[in-house]
């Protein structure tokens, strides 16, 4: 069973920071997923990847297959950005599996 | 641009109730999933869905939950008797595969069913 592990639980920073959320996992993969929860509820999804880097806006995400850790950056932060930041991966079966999210708040 | 559904946004039932959850994949999608999030916990995978049956399910998908494709858009996850722990956010996803077998494609979300059960 994967194990994955988010770092930080809670990052508060200020706005235009650069800010770096982390994934580990334990077991091969095949794919990993980013996405944003908001606090309504509703999950996004941001990202998936299965290797090397993807870009979408504001929003890098990176992933080393070989150390099974991935990175999401959010560049020039804002209050917006606010939301829990989850990591999932999809090994052999259909389901994903989830972290914990990672809490972030972008104060102005 | 074409999104996932899901209906109602809150359900409030008494213990031992059966519930319906709704939920309108996007339509060309082919695998459908349930998720659910017990408040202040993680996200768990449910069950998916391909092809008129059960693809997979995880241990947390016992036999008071069923799922069903009963016409070309709906998506249902029944609960046939609730229990104060099955209160959670239950969230559809849906996708489409990637050609050739290979890695699945994104998963899509819906913006959830809030299940509270008294």
């Known amino acids: 069973k994967n194990e994955v592990e988010q770092s930080p639980q809670n990052l508060t920073a200020q706005e235009g920071e650069f800010i770096t959320i982390n994934c580990s996992y334990s077991?091969?993969?095949?794919?990993l997923h980013w996405l944003q929860q908001h606090p309504g509820g509703g999950i996004v999804s941001l990202f998936m990847?299965?290797?090397g880097k993807k870009k979408h806006g504001r929003l890098i995400a990176t992933i080393n297959i070989q150390e099974k850790h991935s990175s999401l950056h959010i560049t020039a932060s804002h209050p917006r950005d606010s939301a829990v930041y989850i990591c999932?991966?999809?090994?052999?079966?259909?389901?994903?599996?989830f972290g914990k999210g990672t809490h972030l708040i972008i104060q102005p | 641009e074409p999104e996932v559904t899901q209906t109602p946004s809150h359900q409030v039932t008494q213990m031992g109730q059966e519930v319906i959850l709704r939920c309108v994949p996007i339509?060309?999608?082919?695998?459908f999933y349930w998720y659910r999030q017990i408040l202040g916990q993680k996200v768990e995978f449910l069950v998916s869905?391909?092809?008129?049956?059960?693809?997979?399910k995880s241990e947390i998908f016992d036999d008071q939950f069923s799922v069903e494709r009963p016409d070309g858009s709906n998506f249902t996850l029944k609960i046939r008797s609730t229990k104060l722990e099955d209160s959670a956010m239950y969230f559809c996803?849906?996708?489409?595969?990637?050609?050739?077998?290979?890695?699945?494609?994104?998963?899509?979300f819906g913006p959830g069913t809030r299940l509270t059960v008294l």
């Open positions: 996803a849906s996708s489409i595969p990637s050609g050739g077998g290979g890695v699945k494609d994104t998963q899509y």
């Open positions: 077991v091969g993969i095949s794919a």
């Open positions: 990847l299965s290797s």
């Open positions: 999932a991966v999809r090994g052999g079966a259909d389901g994903l599996t």
């Open positions: 339509s060309n999608h082919l695998y």
């Open positions: 869905f391909y092809n008129n049956e059960i693809s997979e």
